[in-house]
Each structure stands twice: as C-alpha cells, then as structure tokens.
C-alpha cells in the first residue's frame, strides 16, 4: 500500500522557518511531479511549489523567493523549506504526487494527511 507521511509542521512565530518533509513509502519505482498544496479555514486550497522528477521547480506567487521544493528520489522524499514565514501562511500543509510507478502497475493523484503550520505571536 503506498502512502504519503508528512512531518515537520508546527507553531512558528512571524519570520521564523519551518522545514517540512514527506515521505512515500511502498513498493515504489519511481514518481513523477511532487507537489507542496496548502488550505487555510474557509479558503480552497491552493498550490504552494511543484518540482518534477528533474528537478524543475515552480512557486505559487505569495511563496515565491520564500520558500524552497527540494527532493531525494533515492528515500522518495519532497521537502519544503519555509523561511520569513508570516500569519497568512497559517494553513494545513498537503503533499501531492501526481504519478508513480509502482510494483503493481501505475498510480495516479495521492494526497498526504496534511500537517499543520500556525503563524503566530
């Protein structure tokens, strides 16, 4: 069974940094696109940073020049490096993997549990 585990959320204050990671675990070959998304209360949620199996990146605008996608294909791993981070970055936090070859076949769209990150004073 293939899951995604996130870890590193927490309570931060204004400026401060958080580093999240998430694991895939299973009988995984390889994925493809890995992605940050991130929902705060009443708002939809709303993609944060992208980074292909290459290593090509993208940002959400608010994000941009903040936060950093980084990945290890060997542990199937996604990180988000958050810094100067501010209270409208309070959200629950989801990583997404579009693609993976799998033991079994192809998989498609799988979602973490989300981790919390609170912003605040």
């Known amino acids: 069974q293939v899951q995604l585990v996130e870890s590193g959320g927490g309570l931060v204050q204004p400026g401060g940094s958080l580093r999240l990671s998430c694991a895939a675990s299973g009988s995984i070959f390889s994925i493809d696109r890995m992605a940050w998304y991130r929902q705060a209360p009443g708002k939809q949620r709303e993609l944060v940073a992208t980074?292909?199996?290459?290593?090509?990146?993208n940002y959400g605008g608010s994000v941009k020049g903040r936060f950093t996608i980084s990945r290890d294909n060997a542990k199937k791993t996604v990180y988000l490096q958050m810094n100067s981070l501010k209270p409208e970055d309070t959200a629950v936090y989801y990583c997404?993997?579009?693609?993976?070859?799998?033991?079994?076949?192809?998989?498609?769209?799988?979602w973490g549990q989300g981790t919390q990150v609170t912003v605040s004073s």
């Open positions: 980074i292909t199996a290459g290593g090509s990146t």
């Open positions: 997404n993997v579009d693609r993976m070859y799998l033991a079994t076949g192809t998989g498609y769209d799988y």
